[in-house]
């Protein structure tokens, strides 16, 4: 396995050099456009889609949007970028990335702590044209927003600014130490932050500031829906895309605690539950060894569960606080935009770490019992009503049966319903009483052909629409596509699907209507959810409106 994964690695470096020669070489030939921000003038490049088609567009990478997070700054709020007087050169992506392990390479840490900057990639400087704000996932842990591994050509075919962001991660973007000092999320001010500049100067590059759609998926859909109800990010974005991931999901829930920030600080040299005390020695330790502490924290317990490190707390103590209540009580407060939520069928393919050997399956039968208290957690249920929960999973699920290859497809199943789809469900059906602004819901389960975040990582055991599969339909993965870098040629099931997803994405985000008209990939109308019809869009090899069953927890 870690064979493979070192050819992947040297794979997607060579695709990443190859990106940046082919940008120095369209330099030469083509005008660098200048744009003026507040702090000064960026020098952006122009760049060849890669659907072709004479189609190109103007990128600005790595745009400081915060000062340098470190030394002193290292825990705190962000603060403004510093002025620059010469133009700054942001033609070519480095691939800068927060301090993380390496995600294939779980042994490296990668990254910096000067890691806040941002891209923006338009069409053209003039018009006034939707932003789509993408924000990464990764456990709140890994991931960036670097052009080296998600590329916006897809959506730029369908004439919007497309921003994307990163913001810190692991202790350095959500240490909670209970104080003021230390309150938890750092990454969401970052995320706010980089919101507040797009406010500010996104114009200047053909956006609209007054029509900006937040989407992410995975930890990036929690982030987009911790923004949603953030008092503190009110009216910086108009319509939210929640992707596989909501404040509600088990694995997000009262994870970011400070007994486990306290935890990193005695691994790493220094007992004490002092929050100044262990504030001040952790700004002493090198990033990288902080890093690599993070394995350390949770028991066997929690990690079996699939919990979290970090995440996202109420900062009530905060002088500057953006989940102000208990996240029960802020979940309700989402009720100014319209969103799209949804997961897709297998989203557990991803965790399963491709083994189904008979010692495996042995331990998914040991571990549904601890599935099913995941499950309880959703509504507070008490230990007896919690025992007959786990008999209901099992017959309604597996017949009563144990686990085996043979109902391997619907055990998956229950456990992508376990930590996604029921908490979405929970979500809509909550949300559709509350609010005005509409609610679209999908099910995406489309199995294409196209390498994915799962492929990277695993081999799939069986057929399914796995956690973030999504994303090689609205993203040219440029790191994945070492073997085959051209897109889904037109006709292809695959290329139709780019075309749907995209559509409706960008749909949204111009008019708050995923499916305002049909078209040739767009077959039928996305209706939104009403309190007297849960209906869902299937996103399979055809869309189709769905009313959603019974779930566990229906009356």
């Keep these: 396995m870690q064979t ?14 190859s990106v940046v020669n082919k940008l120095i070489r369209l330099q030469s030939t083509m005008s660098d456009p200048i744009v003026t921000v507040k702090q000064g003038k960026l020098r952006g490049a ?51 990335r927060c301090t993380q392990l390496h995600e294939l ?14 891209n923006v990639y338009t069409n053209s400087l003039q018009e006034c044209k939707p932003v789509m704000f993408w924000i990464h996932g990764g456990a709140f842990r890994v991931g960036s927003a670097t052009f ?16 994307s962001t990163n913001h810190r991660l692991g202790a350095f973007g959500f240490l909670n130490l209970g104080h003021k000092l230390a309150p938890g999320n750092q990454g969401l001010k970052d995320l706010i932050a980089a919101l507040e500049w797009v406010k500010e100067n996104i114009a200047n590059f053909g956006g609209d500031p007054n029509n900006v759609t937040v989407f992410g998926a995975s930890t990036g859909g929690v982030l987009c829906h911790a923004l949603s109800v953030s008092p503190r990010a009110r009216g910086l974005f108009h319509k939210a895309i929640l992707q596989s991931g909501l404040l509600n999901c088990s694995w997000v829930m009262n994870q970011s605690r400070p007994e486990r920030c306290f935890k990193l600080a005695k691994l790493l040299g220094k007992d004490s539950t002092d929050p100044e005390e262990v504030l001040r020695y952790l700004r002493t330790i090198d990033a990288k060894k902080i890093v690599k502490a993070y394995e350390g924290i949770l028991e066997v317990e929690e990690l079996k569960a699939l919990d979290l490190p970090f995440g996202l707390n109420p900062d009530y103590m905060a002088d500057d606080p953006v989940l102000p209540f208990p996240l029960e009580k802020m979940i309700t407060m989402d009720t100014t935009v319209p969103v799209i939520v949804g997961y897709t069928s297998h989203e557990f393919l991803m965790f399963m770490k491709g083994d189904t050997t008979p010692p495996s399956i042995r331990r998914f039968n040991d571990w549904l019992p601890l599935t099913v208290k995941k499950l309880a957690s959703l509504k507070n249920l008490s230990p007896e009503k919690t025992k007959k929960l786990y008999a209901t999973v099992k017959e309604t699920y597996l017949n009563g049966m144990p686990i085996t290859m043979d109902n391997m497809d619907e055990f998956v199943r229950y456990v992508s319903d376990c930590y996604f789809g029921i908490p979405a469900k929970i979500f809509v059906e909550d949300r559709v009483k509350r609010s005005t602004p509409p609610t679209y819901f999908y099910v995406y389960t489309y199995v294409g052909t196209q390498i994915t975040h799962t492929d990277a990582l695993v081999k799939r055991v069986i057929k399914g629409a796995s956690h973030v599969d999504e994303m090689a339909y609205l993203f040219y993965l440029a790191s994945l596509r070492t073997d085959d870098p051209e897109p889904p040629a037109v006709g292809t099931k695959d290329r139709t699907m780019i075309e749907r997803l995209t559509t409706m994405w960008t749909n949204f985000g111009k008019t708050g209507n995923p499916t305002p008209c049909l078209d040739e990939h767009i077959k039928v109308i996305w209706e939104p959810v009403t309190e007297n019809d849960i209906r869902y869009l299937e996103i399979g090899d055809e869309s189709v409106m769905v009313s959603m069953k019974p779930h566990i927890f229906s009356s």
């Design 4 to 17: 493979r994964f070192t050819s992947c690695t040297k794979s997607i470096r060579r695709t990443q050099w």
């Design 46 to 96: 122009v760049q060849e889609n890669v659907l072709g088609l004479g189609r190109s567009f103007i990128a600005f990478h790595e745009i400081p949007f915060a000062a340098p997070p470190v030394g002193d700054l290292r825990f705190k709020d962000p603060q403004p970028p510093a002025p620059w007087t010469d133009v700054k050169d942001v033609r070519i992506p480095h691939g800068r």
């Design 105 to 118: 390479d779980v042994e490296r840490v990668t990254g910096q702590e000067d890691c806040l900057y941002l």
């Design 148 to 163: 080296l591994e998600k590329q916006p050509d897809y959506l730029l075919a369908k004439d919007v600014v497309v921003v």
